[in-house]
């Protein structure tokens, strides 16, 4: 399955491309999804497949004419999020007009955000499902099939966008990967609620696996050769996991238990927050060779007045205090952050500040974008004199700057040693692999096609002998790590 996810190698355009994905039943289903977003929409487009694929048996295809079942898997964080999916689903809707038996869902953030405002403005929609819900898919499914003779003007579509406590994970079949690197949800919602952020009405409030739950699904994929397990969470190092004698798993003990399990060779998680990124997970990277040398730790601005503004609870001290504690015992980590340009208020000091937030710490990438008001935030109602050419042009000196140090670090990797987890032969270059280093760069080496066997999937060091582009660089292997 071809996927495309919430990086720093992704621009606006990619937030909305279209991800295909698995499905199938009766006489062969065929579905496609569209998906939007960050990782946790990717996997829970992964869990969708699975369960329309366990219940109905239903495949996959990458063909959006020939699907019986079309998916949108939205996402609200960006501004006229949902005018982009309404457009979408105009496009559509021609589709349906031909082929009346099409199904068409929409689920994710912007259908707990809009509920049967979708089937108003758009009533060709036959299902409405939540993050939460998304396992009801099936049962939804069922429903819709059910009406199919109902005249369109009599036909009542299927919506579920409640909240079922962390139900979802009890009823998803056994996770199935392909490759070697897969995400695990650990958690769901937030309950942060910072003044620009919507993920607390659409997500709900923080609610953790348990802890046994966790391990089993990283058994089951480590046991299908997955060597990479990247955590997700809104908070992921807010995870509360309970144990089974009842008491709570933090989730530096977490980072523990995961680095125990056979097979598993790196451990990467995102999203954190500084609120939460305590000692004891800073103590983990002295502790755990199998933690990558990267963290993903949003800050959003180097302003302590826009922070203020923003509810985040946390001051520029307290972030660079917390990576100072992190480089003394890992000074090769690379890091990354989340920055909002522009924020209403924001004044040339502020941003002024936050640039130099960014040259100081040296990111290596960042997801940074000009704020967008979204319905129903405290920050929706706060005045905003800073009009957008200013937004635009401050966004683009601060992209400036992450280009640079991008730009800077992967040519700084030639003449180094990489730790390369080998995930398949290369596109355009079949004479050689290509896999990712701990500081997510895609690194190329030549290989003997009779080690081809031995090299998949396996930890290796590589020498890096040249920088391709910001993302790539190029070597030569050294020696296969485990």
């Not at 919506?159 to 406590?165: G, K, N, T, W, Y």
């Not at 502790?287 to 826009?306: C, D, F, M, T």
Request: glycine fraction near 6%; charge should be negative.
């Amino acid at each position: 399955m071809s996927v495309t996810v919430f990086n720093p190698r992704i621009n606006d355009a990619a937030l909305d491309s279209t991800v295909s994905a698995q499905v199938n039943t009766g006489a062969i289903k065929k579905v496609f999804i569209a998906t939007q977003g960050c990782q946790m929409n990717v996997y829970d487009s992964d869990k969708m497949l699975d369960v329309l694929g366990d219940s109905h048996g239903m495949q996959v295809t990458h063909d959006i004419d020939e699907a019986d079942v079309l998916l949108m898997n939205t996402c609200s964080i960006r501004e006229k999020a949902q005018e982009k999916v309404f457009s979408e689903l105009g496009r559509w809707r021609k589709l349906k007009e031909k082929r009346p038996d099409l199904v068409i869902g929409v689920g994710g953030c912007v259908a707990s955000q809009e509920g049967d405002n979708i089937q108003k403005r758009a009533p060709y929609v036959d299902m409405v499902f939540g993050p939460q819900t998304l396992h009801r898919l099936p049962e939804l499914y069922d429903q819709t099939s059910e009406q199919r003779d109902i005249a369109p003007k009599n036909r009542i579509g299927t919506i579920d966008i409640s909240f079922p406590s962390i139900e979802k994970f009890d009823f998803l079949p056994e996770p199935r990967v392909e490759g070697y690197k897969a995400f695990v949800s650990i958690m769901e919602g937030c309950s942060k609620y910072c003044s620009f952020c919507v993920v607390p009405y659409t997500r709900g409030e923080e609610l953790s696996r348990p802890l046994d739950d966790v391990l089993a699904e990283i058994d089951s994929l480590a046991a299908q050769g997955v060597r990479e397990i990247n955590l997700l969470g809104q908070n992921v190092n807010g995870y509360r996991g309970e144990k089974d004698d009842g008491s709570i798993c933090r989730f530096a003990e977490l980072l523990h238990y995961v680095s125990h399990v056979d097979g598993v060779e790196r451990i990467r998680y995102t999203t954190s927050h500084p609120l939460e990124f305590t000692d004891d997970i800073i103590d983990a990277y002295a502790q755990l060779p199998e933690l990558v040398s990267h963290l993903h730790l949003p800050v959003q601005s180097g302003s302590n007045a826009i922070l203020a503004a923003m509810k985040r609870n946390h001051t520029i001290d307290v972030y660079i205090n917390q990576i100072n504690k992190l480089q003394a015992i890992r000074p090769d980590i690379h890091l990354s952050s989340d920055f909002i340009i522009g924020f209403p208020g924001e004044t040339d000091e502020d941003f002024q500040q936050t640039l130099q937030l960014a040259k100081d710490l040296n990111f290596d990438h960042s997801y940074s974008f000009i704020y967008s008001k979204r319905p129903g935030t405290p920050a929706a109602e706060l005045p905003d004199d800073v009009s957008f050419t200013t937004k635009k042009a401050r966004l683009a000196e601060f992209q400036k700057v992450i280009i640079d140090s991008t730009l800077q670090k992967s040519h700084d990797m030639v003449g180094t040693t990489a730790r390369v987890l080998v995930e398949q032969v290369a596109n355009r270059h079949p004479d050689c692999l290509i896999g990712t280093a701990d500081n997510t760069r895609t690194v190329m080496f030549p290989y003997n096609p009779e080690q081809m066997d031995e090299l998949l999937g396996k930890i290796v060091s590589v020498r890096i002998t040249d920088f391709v582009s910001p993302h790539m660089v190029k070597g030569e292997l050294e020696a296969i790590l485990s």
